[in-house]
């Protein structure tokens, strides 16, 4: 079996720096039992990679913890909004992790997460008519255990446009610091982090 640290979720997790005054730990978990506790989401992901429109914040590492080992498409809300339908469309993504802000930008027949209350609270907006509130439990966050220092898996855990051009990342890549774009330097912050480190964040 691989090391868990190989992945970027759980390595984070393993590093427990904070973002926002939260455990990075606990919103890793958060993102995990999010999965444990919407078998429609689940399904969803079954056959199709999520997004994230979000700025880099304690809700960016929840939906890291629940891309279900897809790569995460990291759309930026302050550039992205104007051909999102279009842009998941061409990525034939069902899945969105955002906050109740960016909400509406989301198409209807779009499964909608909002993180706003990580790690406590979940809503899941599986159509207009399906909203639900999913509870991610109290918990204190993932244990992790496993060498460290390993290299990080080549498989791809990022993608973003840079220049209208689509990029992707390794956990490798983004671990090593070599891409990333800021999703990138908000993992590598928090991997190198100890314990209770703050992370710098768009909220702060």
Partial sequence: MSNPMSYVPYAIAAADGSVNGH?????????????????PLVRALADSAPASLLLPSAAFVTALGASEGHALLVLDPRDALYRLKET?????????????????????ETICVLLDRVPQIAVVRLSA???????????????IEGESEVPGSNETVLEWYEHGEIQRASHHEVMSGSTGGWAGELIRHL?????????????D
């Fill in 23 to 39: 455990s990075a730990r606990a919103l890793v978990a958060a993102g995990v039992t999010l999965l444990q506790r919407c078998a």
């Fill in 88 to 108: 998941l469309a061409t990525h034939e993504t069902r899945v969105v992790f955002t906050l109740a802000e960016f909400a509406a930008q989301v198409p209807v």
């Fill in 191 to 203: 991997i190198a982090t100890p314990t209770h480190g703050q992370a710098p964040s768009e909220k």
């Fill in 129 to 143: 008519a399906d909203i639900r509130d999913v509870d991610l439990g109290s918990h204190v966050g993932l244990a």
